[in-house]
């Protein structure tokens, strides 16, 4: 049972335009929203998160936003670059103020940037 | 500050035998989780240490088990290796209200 989902197992977009990566999730208890972001033969690396109390929040070029009550986010990368090339995990977790929460991830969208 | 390390990076195992990976956890934090990733999945959930006590564990049967140890570092050890059991190995740590960072992993190969 997936508790995570990312429908989207790739994508493609051209350099300079926007990239959105759509997860959802099915677990009413989440509380907390991040962004992974993986290269080849290396870790993920964080990228963006949200708490549940926010519908929006941006950091760069990457905004993440939350519909909660369709239990819906996605991340907007403006403007694509082909470094963003990578594979993108959406990933929750309860609560973050405390240490004892897993963090649950997705199947992850390979995102293609195209110069 | 040194970031999460992880060692070996690459492993071939034996059906059947036993294996221990490693993980030294970025220096500050107390809180150490595993995760499994086959190709082409997200990371899995394995389990989660905090200050020692496990304290969340994933869908994976007890022949995955785990230690953490007083200086944080933490370790996965598998027995009983199966060929599905292939995969990479992440190894995360963070304290409260930070982000987990991950390690570089481990690919684990069973033959």
């Known amino acids: 049972d997936q508790q995570v989902k990312q429908n989207s197992p790739s994508l493609s977009v051209q350099e300079g335009r926007i990239s959105i990566l759509n997860c959802d999730y099915t677990n009413s208890m989440f509380d907390y929203f991040l962004w992974y972001k993986k290269y080849p033969a290396e870790g993920p690396t964080f990228l963006i998160s949200i708490s549940s109390i926010k519908d929006k929040n941006e950091d760069g070029r990457f905004t993440v936003f939350l519909n909660k009550s369709a239990k819906h986010l996605s991340l907007h990368i403006v403007p694509s670059q082909p470094g963003d090339s990578a594979v993108y995990f959406c990933a929750a977790s309860g609560a973050r103020e405390t240490s004892y929460d897993k963090v649950i991830f997705g199947p992850g969208t390979s995102l293609s940037v195209i110069p | 500050e040194t970031g999460v390390t992880q060692s070996p990076t690459h492993l071939i195992k034996t059906r059947g035998q036993q294996v221990t990976l490693r993980c030294s956890s970025q220096s500050g934090h107390n809180t150490v989780s595993w995760y499994q990733q086959a190709l082409g999945q997200g990371p899995q959930f394995i389990f989660q240490?905090?200050?020692?006590?496990?304290?969340g564990r994933g869908n994976f049967p007890p022949r995955f088990s785990g230690l953490q140890f007083p200086n944080y570092s933490s370790e996965l050890n598998v027995n009983a290796l199966e060929l599905d059991d292939s995969a990479l190995y992440l190894c995360a740590s963070r304290s409260m209200n930070t982000e987990a960072f991950f390690g570089q992993g481990t690919r684990l190969t069973v033959v």
């Open positions: 240490y905090y200050r020692e006590e496990e304290n």
